[in-house]
């Protein structure tokens, strides 16, 4: 492997999986029942529709596969626009764009870096078919606001299954809601997700969708053109004992947050900001400085997988042209040019969270003496001019 491929030292993130997981591995290999048809499949959304508190939860074998049916059961495609963040993993815009729809980019509140609900009125049309409401980082959105714009809600709480808004689980607050369970999340299978809703005739037409369109188990009678996205009862067995674990698990990940916290105390860090009414999930510990390049750049150098958070969607060549780019989203941008992630997983060891914060330093460091040379040498010239 070439040395600029090697693995990091310190990954951004890894996978606590336990005896319970394997174990109901174990079981369904023992069984045979390995496809989507598998018992673990429905235990594991039954005990998913008790956490987040709803009627029906739909496995599915990604959060971009779950958001992609979330749309087409609301009938959005050609001709209708669905507005989102700006800031935001491509997949919840390429989901729109899948589906034939447009996506138009609101702006993000400096106070949540959720989507901004005054951004979002302003881009209402009689094409808007609906909104589509990031929890991003593990935050949800101002839901009561939304809900004022009067659209149809798609919830994408791909990053923050055990935030909560107002008490409210993430994932039971949108018309029909989508949660991943990709490996680097709060609950893993590895590749996974769900959609989740209270609205039974949804449900049936997510689930309609999700079986190739046919309407009942076994029959080769396909009622509307449909897809396979449904999830494995090996990839289910390993999700239901990591959400049975999800408290210990979200607990971790916010002790590794509050340590993150203390050690960066007095440095020129800022974690994302989290609003009173909100109960974050800890995703990937978030900040936000104006050494971020610097920061990354003594993370890489000391074997450390610390990210950049994705740019503004309207920059990425795939959604660049217009209506997609049509307001500035200052704050979005803003965000996205200094905000970062740093390793975090539950049960990560003291001593690696030790590291890291000794690179963030020596990044900081490094700023602070180019900042102090580069005054000295300015101060040099002026004497000179």
Known sequence: MPADRA???????SVCLSEREIGYVNRALETGWISGSGSYVGEFERL?????????VVAVCSGTSALELALRALDVGPGHE????????????????????????ADISPASWTIDPDSAAGLITSRTRALLAVDLFGHPCDYDRLRRLGLPIIEDAAEAYGAEYKGRPVGSLGLISAVSFHANKVVSTGEGGCVATDDSALAERVRLLNNHGINALGSCW????????????????????????????MAARRRVASAYDAALRGLP????????????????????SQERDRILRSCHEAGIDARP????????????SPPCSRL????????SRGGFWLPTWSGMPEGI????????????QAGFLADTTTARTRRGASRWS
């Open 7 to 13: 693995r990091p030292q310190i990954p951004l993130s």
């Open 48 to 56: 998913l529709a008790s956490r987040l508190q709803v009627a029906d």
């Open 82 to 105: 669905v507005i989102l963040p700006a800031l935001t993993f491509q997949a919840t815009a390429s989901v729109v764009l899948a589906v034939g729809a447009t996506p138009v980019f």
């Open 222 to 249: 396909q009622v509307v053109p449909g897809y396979n996205r449904r999830m494995t009862n090996l990839t289910a067995a390993i999700g239901l004992g990591q959400v049975e674990r999800s408290s210990e698990l």
């Open 269 to 288: 860090v800022t974690r994302r900001p989290v609003e009173t009414w909100a109960k974050e999930s800890v995703w990937l510990y978030t900040a936000w």
């Open 309 to 320: 958070i994705w740019p503004v969607l309207p920059d990425v060549p795939a959604f660049a």
């Open 328 to 335: 500035p989203c200052p704050a979005a941008r803003s965000i």
């Open 353 to 364: 969270l030790d590291q890291v914060v000794a690179a963030v330093r020596a990044g900081v």
